[in-house]
């Protein structure tokens, strides 16, 4: 329980965080392209061996997840309006992190990877 939990405060640091940057759009699409690579990497996990790899790709991630959440944290807040739309737009990956949660449970490096990097955006 405590796995899922972490795991959804670091998906929705990303997607909370998506104000900032040169514009509050731009980060929110590259957030979302993020996520993107992210899902896909943990979509593969079929097996022991790929689970560690995609830790790796993962972990490589943090400083790409870093950088996000210092153009957002620099932005400052969206508007309501703004929020609500970008909520929309992360939604779909939202309903795509609820489907691979069950391998991130089953493979415990990928939860540890995907919490490294969740916390290399709070540095």
């Known amino acids: 329980m405590r796995f899922r939990i972490t795991m959804t405060a670091a998906f ?6 998506a104000c900032g940057g040169d514009s509050h759009e731009a980060i929110v ?5 993020l996520m993107d690579e992210i ?4 979509e593969d996990v079929d097996d022991q061996a790929s689970a560690k790899e995609a ?4 972990e490589a991630l943090s400083e790409d997840m870093a950088a996000l959440a210092k ?4 932005m400052g807040e969206p508007t309501p309006e703004q929020q609500k739309r970008f ?3 992360m ?3 939202q309903e795509r992190m609820q489907a691979v949660m069950m391998k991130m449970m089953q493979y415990p490096e990928l939860g540890q990877a995907f919490s ?5 955006m709070q540095k």
């Open 12 to 17: 929705l640091g990303l997607v909370l965080s």
């Open 29 to 33: 699409e590259d957030q979302a392209d």
């Open 39 to 42: 899902l896909d990497i943990l």
């Open 55 to 58: 830790a790796k790709k993962i």
């Open 71 to 74: 153009r957002a944290q620099e």
């Open 87 to 89: 909520e929309e737009i």
């Open 91 to 93: 939604k779909p990956r």
């Open 116 to 120: 490294k990097a969740g916390e290399s």
